[in-house]
């Protein structure tokens, strides 16, 4: 049984050691979240691909500010009675051609260009809240990776304690001072954090993956967050930033801007119900009641059946609809921005500058532990109590600060800017 755990100790280190040195080989990007939102404003794919979007909306409000081309028509004759082709000289053949322009009535072209005007301002929205969401993965995992990177440092200063003691047990137990349940006890904790270790690198890879796509970083870097955690005080009016975040938030903006179109939209289906009206000149060599006639068409289609009554009810069923659809989000964005800086309040106070004071505190005890162990003035349990309490503490210590940065990503996220600078 023993022989068996030994063995797997062995075979857990020996992959620890791999990882290592797989992580020492790997080219270390050493990076400040500054740095790293830079790199992600220019660099990132989603982003680049979305702007397109906007400039193809763009290129449609150009189309409609276009004029209908004029039709130019003609009809003459291809051969005569004595199999002359197109043979016109001396008032011979046929020939009639008729020009003519169509021009809309009711408005219908200054409401086109206004529609696609509006699709311009819901592909800017949806870019600025695609942004907004891909910041906010960028902080989150950024916080994330410089958690753990955290968290691995807390299990090293352990497992490098728990090693040295396990070497000092050993010997004594060889001289017959400890018991090998002793040994075992101490072999079973620094398996247990090695363990967590492991753990803790398998979730620094998933992340790596998510930044490196982010940021449009090369496959073999390692990101290293470089972080300087600050737990500044900042008063907050929910009620302002709740309507701030009316005039920022991509995705309330494109449904409100989608409402607008469907409302301009219902306005073109009334004015398409107007006729449009077609001008022209004609000119005719032979077929009319004179020669070389030349007269002017004006054409219109009488509404009479289709008063496009149909796309009109439907318009404005549309834009109905859509208007609730901005009701409940200016609902939702209200209590996105009240919930965030609630939650960031709290975490404020879960960091407050006593309670970092007693963390510090909490480093020396540890290290006067240590001693007091070494020295025999502590017992095997009582350390191992202490040791595993010290431990929790930390991880809590780095789990609000997380908390904190995470809560800065909501706030800044349900408000649609940067309210609250982050790290």
């Known amino acids: 049984m023993i022989t068996r755990y030994i063995r797997t100790v062995f075979i857990l280190a020996l992959l620890i050691t791999v990882a290592r040195g797989a992580h ?47 039709v130019l028509s003609t009809d003459q004759n291809i051969t005569d009675a004595n199999k002359k082709y197109f043979d016109h000289s001396s008032g011979k053949g046929q020939v009639f051609v008729q020009l003519s322009q169509l021009i809309k009535t ?21 870019f600025n809240d695609l942004l907004r969401n891909l910041h906010y993965n960028l902080l989150l995992d950024f916080s994330q990776v410089a958690n753990l990177l955290d968290q691995r440092k807390v299990y090293q200063t352990e497992i490098a304690s728990a090693t040295n ?82 005039t920022l938030r991509g995705d309330y903006l494109a449904n409100k801007y989608l409402y607008d179109q469907n409302v301009h939209n219902l306005a073109l289906q009334k004015a398409l119900a107007v006729p449009d009206i077609t001008i022209g000149s004609t000119y005719d060599q032979h077929s009319s009641y004179a020669n070389n006639y030349i007269g002017l068409e004006i054409s219109l289609p009488l509404p009479l059946f289709n008063r496009n009554q149909g796309n009109i009810k439907n318009a404005k069923l549309t834009a109905q609809s859509q208007e609730y659809t901005v009701q409940g989000n200016e609902l939702q964005l209200k209590n996105d921005v009240y919930s965030a800086v609630n939650q960031y309040k ?38 191992i109590d202490f040791f595993d309490s010290y431990r929790e503490t930390k991880l809590k210590i780095l789990q609000q600060q997380l908390n904190l940065q995470k809560a800065i990503a909501d706030l800044n996220f349900a408000v649609g800017t940067t309210v609250v600078t982050p790290l």
Do not use: C, H
């Open 24 to 70: 020492a080989q790997t080219d270390t990007l050493k990076i400040t979240f500054k740095d790293a939102e830079k790199a992600f404003l220019d660099k990132n794919l989603n982003l680049l691909a979305q702007k397109y979007n906007v400039d193809a909306a763009q290129a449609l409000v150009k189309q409609a500010k276009l004029w209908d081309n004029p």
């Open 106 to 126: 009711a408005g219908k072209r200054g409401k086109q260009i206004q529609i696609a005007q509006d699709g311009v301002q819901i592909q800017q929205a949806q």
């Open 165 to 246: 003691m396990v070497n000092a047990i050993e010997k004594s137990y060889q001289a017959g001072n400890n018991s090998l349940k002793d040994v075992i006890r101490l072999k079973a904790l620094n398996f247990g954090l090695q363990n967590d270790l492991v753990e803790i690198d398998r979730q620094i890879n998933d992340l790596q993956s998510e930044l490196k796509t982010l940021l449009t970083a090369n496959e073999t870097q390692f990101i290293s967050p470089q972080i300087t955690f600050n737990n500044t005080d900042t008063t907050l009016n929910a009620a302002t930033l709740a309507e701030q975040a009316k």
């Open 346 to 383: 709290l975490s404020q106070q879960l960091l407050s500058t006593n309670e970092t004071d007693f963390y510090n505190k909490y480093d020396q005890l540890y290290n006067s532990m240590q001693k007091s162990f070494q020295q025999k003035q502590v017992g095997l349990q009582e350390f």
